[in-house]
T-cell receptor, first 113, second 111 residues
């Protein structure tokens, strides 16, 4: 069964460092998303991406964040200068069309120290 | 954004018992999904159910979109059902590209 895959599963980084989280969405899906979940809290939307551009973003997704689809299969989230409060589980998701069922990857647990 | 409220926040069940989890939302939606977050943090898709009723084994779900709620039924619960159950909704008004998650119901099934 097709699935969304994310790498790495865990990442520890020093405050101020740049991190890139990687995702391979399901191959025939056209909409891609990033969400995050701070420990013990609910899952929050960060950004959606369609047709090689951002289609929506939340207030959380500030200038420190960027997304890219560098090739036909990968979808990345970059955090330029990590802060302690960026520590969270980051989920990538994809859907075949707008409003369709979204499928989530297994998550990347980011710890900023 | 859409407000999503889930109840109860915590639920402890004896193995074999049945339960009903509720999700209320504040606006019209055209996307509603139920997820199970396992102890490793993975979000497992349970149902895509913007309206109607679906069943999958011991689990079933019903969404009454006109009354803005959805129910998840778990029958004959097993210890592997433990975890957090999230309801997430998307709205035409927000483009339905993003899901708004509730705060979840933490289910603990004891042997």
């Amino acid at each position: 069964e097709p699935e969304v895959t994310q790498t790495p599963s865990h990442q520890v980084t020093q405050m101020g460092q740049e991190v890139i989280l990687r995702c391979v969405p399901i191959s025939n899906h056209l909409y891609f998303y990033w969400y995050r979940q701070i420990l013990g809290q609910k899952v929050e939307f960060l950004v959606s991406f369609y047709n090689n551009e951002i289609s929506e973003k939340s207030e959380i997704f500030d200038d420190q964040f960027s997304v890219e689809r560098p090739d036909g299969s990968n979808f990345t989230l970059k955090i330029r200068s990590t802060k302690l409060e960026d520590s969270a589980m980051y989920f990538c998701a994809s859907s075949v069309r707008q409003g369709a069922e979204a499928f989530f990857g297994q998550g990347t647990r980011l710890t900023v120290v | 954004g859409i407000q999503v409220e889930q109840s109860p926040p915590d639920l402890i069940l004896q193995e074999g018992a049945n339960s009903t989890l509720r999700c209320n939302f504040s606006d019209s939606v055209n996307n509603l999904q139920w997820f199970h977050q396992n102890p490793w943090g993975q979000l497992i898709n349970l149902f895509y159910i913007p309206s109607g009723t679906k069943q999958n084994g011991r689990l079933s779900a019903t969404t009454v979109a006109t009354e803005r709620y959805s129910l998840l039924y778990i029958s004959s619960s097993q210890t592997t059902d433990s975890g957090v159950y999230f309801c997430a909704v998307g709205s035409i008004q927000t483009g339905a590209n993003n899901l708004f998650f509730g705060t979840g119901t933490r289910l603990t099934v004891i042997p």
